[in-house]
């Protein structure tokens, strides 16, 4: 269990060690300087100390979080699926190949199930077991990324044949080098009369991507998402992009993962779906989520079905969360139900602040523009 010693909350939070063990008699504990605190009476002694105090919390508990994360006896380091992002312009078949995709799904085709939307999906191919972050496109990529969180570990990039490269098509490519994903390509609609590959190859060599052909490193791929043809050639040149990558997670650690999307669901709460991407996620987990802590009541996976596991890679949809996170925050298993609570209300108090904060600065700035 997490405790601080009065003498070093008092040097966290700037203050004499004496005014600690002051506020500590208002609460009618007689504490000396060596005297271990819990993370709540820490808290609440913070609390009287105002916001930086609570700042200095925040680094505390989440520091403490961590080395209760890092302390952890993991197992080994077992290759894991990728997660792979489909991006490219606009009407170049994105949406039809990821339908194309999800048709070779062995276990859905098993079910025969109705697939739901959890902003992510993870397909079992013939050729190896794959996870899609069904974001629409750029927007979601790059604010994820803005918020630090890194998520994919291949992009596809859909170009049209009989189109050629397209601002968008120069767009993800932009943001893919930027986060320094790998991209693998996908030439689609060549089952058209004007498709012209090869056109697509120069127009990309350009921006650096050369296809193995001409002496480069990158796979291309000639697809039709319309009549299926080359999706398992697709499939099958993410995996070998995969392998260069030797994506690598230990299942037997407590998870870690991102939140790729989360809404206020009626009657249901939040919900968030979770790409686990260390260890494995189990119903009774407690876990923070952003600003948010909570206890997982169910884990649902793409076809709608209640699952007792998560592991590496794979995207579930989480129930048991106190508030809504946002796309992008970490979420992150504790044993302590406590220290999740303290990292959340900590973090939110946070929040707070800086939304006065920059709310008041907002104010005084328009102030300015009307003088
Ligand atoms: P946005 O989400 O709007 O950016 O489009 P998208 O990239 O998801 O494209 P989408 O899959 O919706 O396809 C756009 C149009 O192209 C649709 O009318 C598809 O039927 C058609 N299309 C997609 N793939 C192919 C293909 O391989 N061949 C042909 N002929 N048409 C295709
Ligand atoms: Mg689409």
Redesign the pocket.
Known sequence: VSTISVGDLARRMGIKASEVISALMRLGVLATLNQALDVDTAALIAADFGYEVEQAMTEELELEALQEQESEMGGEALPRPPVVTVM??????????L?AIRKTDVVAGEAGGITQHIGAYHVQSPSGDLTFVDT??HAAFTEMRSRGAKVTDIVVL?VAADDGVMDQTKEAIAHSKAADVPIVVAV?????DSADPERVKRELSDFGLIPEEWGGTTIFCE?????GIGIEDLIESIQLQAEILELRADALRRAKGTVIEAQLHKGRGPVATVLVQEGTLHPGDNFVAGNYSGKVRTLTNERGEQVQAAGPSIPVEVQGLSGVPQAGDEFVVLTDEKMAKSVASARQLKARETELASASKVSLENLFEKI
């Open positions: 490219g312009h606009v009407d170049h078949g994105k949406t039809s190949i339908d629409p496109g859909v689609n609609k060549i089952d058209k697809t039709s998402a319309k009549k």
